[in-house]
């Protein structure tokens, strides 16, 4: 019923930028929460940022600083703004939304297919 759209990523120079961007469509009635989430070969699945619908916004204390997270309500998108990009920052980042698809209807989460962030040392 609703599908995650990412855009952007590539190969950056340490110290380099990229912003990530995230569009859900589909049946959707709002959108609590959207964010990012990484995974690196090897690694767990982690959690980089999220941002609430009000505003309100997380950061895992690896990026504070260095990336920002944004949104559209009325676009339903999400973007990532990433600099200062290290090489420790190389993964597939997933776009991630909860999602309320219509009136009375449980909230659930959706993700992105992958979006590959490869920063050179």
């Known amino acids: 019923q609703v599908q995650l759209m990412e855009s952007g990523g590539g190969l950056v120079q340490t110290g380099g930028s990229l912003r990530l961007s995230c569009a859900a469509s589909?049946?959707?009635?709002?959108?609590?929460?959207m964010g990012w989430y990484r995974q690196a070969p090897g690694k767990q699945r982690e959690l980089v940022a999220t941002?609430?619908?009000?505003?309100?916004?997380n950061y895992a204390d690896s990026v504070k600083g260095r990336f920002t997270i944004s949104r559209d309500n009325a676009k339903n998108t999400v973007d990532l703004e990433m600099n200062s990009l290290k090489p420790e920052d190389t993964a597939v980042y997933y776009c991630?939304?909860?999602?309320?698809?219509?009136?009375?209807?449980?909230?659930?989460?959706?993700w992105g297919q992958g979006s590959q962030v490869s920063v050179s040392s």
């Open positions: 941002i609430h619908s009000g505003g309100r916004t």
């Open positions: 589909g049946s959707i009635l709002s959108i609590n929460v």
């Open positions: 991630y939304a909860r999602v309320q698809t219509g009136p009375l209807k449980y909230e659930y989460a959706y």
